[in-house]
């Protein structure tokens, strides 16, 4: 079916409101109690954002006055959105200003890092063919250097992408930055996928959409040169073959969702997990120091699925990172027909749950989604495949590790369907992939509770009903603090196929703040290694008797999070009760480590290498 012809079906189905089938009233959500966040979409932001298309998310500080600012990619029936932040979490649109409008051109997500390092993040943008028709396509990667302020201190973006050898890179959907040789420049991952034939256009196989490594050679007058190193790193990805018998000599590399740059194995140097669209399967690829990667944990990881987003954080606290990676979760029906690859999680190397990767500070990591146990809240999943605990969860898209209260222990917030909500009021996709977004808290014992609707984290239509069906379709997502309080936020995307514009297709939630943990915030400034530090990791040990003994909180300096997102390069520990570090150190990338003691908390550090 033509992603064209289900739309049709949808809308026309959307006068049907007699179709909708009944529902037993669920018990209503306390959304608006005091420990749920604020919604200030409307308040904050001047004027509101309105998107379209798949719209990402970058929260960086582009102008260094060390808040974060906030742009939004967007379809080309709407420029992109750029909003600049007063420090107390009001935002003031910038677009124009600042050259990043893009108004004629379908753009997809933003790569941060500062490429030339001269000390201001740089924009790397991917875009896609015109959603809805129209001029010809501007589908390759923009690069937008950040000239730093003028004579007037308006700080704008120059497109300089002629002179970066990246022109020529088409299709570009989510993508890592990172120094994958510790020379300190900066090197891009992208993951491609040509939104064109999104799945539903296919039936049993897709486009071949290599992903491509572009390693820095250096700037040249403040404007780095990128050379395509994908086959001699070897990190196109895997290839699948076509799922029907007359396709099955159809070879082909699955499009990405998503990509992630982290340390896996802890040996210093950045490792890459590709995502891939269904069939596909995940890529972990291994850095072997020499420009070269290997495949790891095949076994594991390389299931047919619809994987789509990714995050890390420590969650057990046992001082290495762990990972949790979307799928279309434990309520997937599979409603096409036999071959259609929208079913490969069916197949016998196939799986639909998500992912819960625990880390066992080597590299090797262990799924242990089925072995989570949630304490059910509001609106429980279904569960129609009848598995156990966090594996019994619906669909996810964007998702983000982030610690809600500052305790110490890492939160999980997922968003993302791909039912049309309140669109398709019943049709083939509304309640087979359905999600509603949750929020689950960590209990710090190995197990989470859900608290999305306490925390207000619902995404879904307000005015209807909570059930399946009323969510809306959840895509960028990314938590970090916005108004400067210590505690993160979140801002988040929604959108669901190629030009439909969304009233909430951007909502921005501040932290109710009312909890009492300690926090600390620590940005870098490397010297030898890239500017501000990507790729570090970062390791804070506290004693102090009023935090109840000796901890350990870990992270990576990182802007790529899951799809279509990125963030400043910082990390945000929670620390719960510990009033002091008392050692915090930084394993730069170009290998020297930094250690400072007897650190105070609730402040932004920023060590310098
Ligand atoms: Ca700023
Ligand atoms: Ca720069
Ligand atoms: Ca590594
Ligand atoms: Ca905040």
Redo the contacts with the bound molecule.
Sequence with gaps: MSVRFALTVALAAAVCGACQPQQPQQQEPDTNGEYAMIDVTRTAFSPAPLVAGWPGLALFDYDNDADIDVFITNAQSAPNMFYANDGQGNFEFKGRGAGLTFDDDSCVSAAVGDFDNDGWLDLIISRQAPFSGGPAPNDTLVYMKNMGPDEAGVVRFEDVTERTGLGGVTFGSSMGVGDIDNDGLLDLYVGRYEFEDLAFDMESYLPDTPNVLLRNLGATDGVPLFEDITDFAGVAGTTVAGLAPDTADIIYHPPTWAVYLS?????????IFSLQEIPGGVDLF??NGDLTFSLAQEELLNKHGGWMGVTAADIDRDGDLDYFLTNVGADAKGPMAQYHIANAWKLPNGTPFHRLLANDGA?HLTDIAHDTPVTPGVLPPTNILRVNGLAGYEFGFGCAFFDMQNDGWPDLYWIGEIALSGIIPDGPFRRDFHGVGRFLANDGDGGFTDRTAERGLFNWESDKPLEFGYSHPGRALAAIDLNGDGFADICRTNAFFRSLELEQGFSCLFNPAIESGHYLIVRLRGTASNRFGIGARVEAFASDPAGGGDDIFVGEVLTTTSAFTAVHPQVHFGLGQHLRIDRLTVRWPAGGTSELTDIPVDQILTVIE
């Design positions: 340390d896996v194995n802890n040996d210093g140097l950045l490792d291994i850095n590299g």
